[in-house]
């Protein structure tokens, strides 16, 4: 390295991630990455390491495969709750709580 500072921007992560060739080391990297991004919800991250592990023949693949199922079905999950939290936050009818002035009989 010169005495400049490396790029550490996404965009240079996903240059480095596109264009490494995938041996049984870089596998295994790309398989750590992917878990750690997926543990500490960085999704985009964790899906681009385990996608570059479709082509590679080894286990690798196969764990992949299974945990971009995985965080799909994590991001479906967080969706769904956004929705459900939205649909929840229902302004409350006047006049049906307990001691609400229109339920007393006397």
């Known amino acids: 390295l010169t005495g400049g500072s ?3 921007s996404p965009e240079a992560f996903e240059n ?3 264009h490494v060739r995938v041996d049984e ?3 295994e990297a790309l398989l750590y990455l ?3 991004y997926r543990d500490n919800l960085e999704y985009d991250a964790a899906i681009l390491c385990a996608t570059r592990l479709e082509d590679y023949p080894g286990p690798e693949k196969e764990q992949g495969k299974g945990l971009l199922r995985d965080i799909r079905s994590r991001m479906d999950h967080k969706v769904g ?3 459900y939290k939205r649909r929840s936050k229902s302004p409350k009818t006047p006049g049906r709580g ?3 002035s229109m339920d007393s009989t006397s």
């Open 81 to 83: 709750q956004r929705r």
């Open 6 to 8: 490396a790029d550490s």
């Open 34 to 36: 992917a878990y750690y």
């Open 25 to 27: 080391p870089e596998a």
């Open 16 to 18: 480095v991630v596109n």
């Open 98 to 100: 307990v001691n609400s």
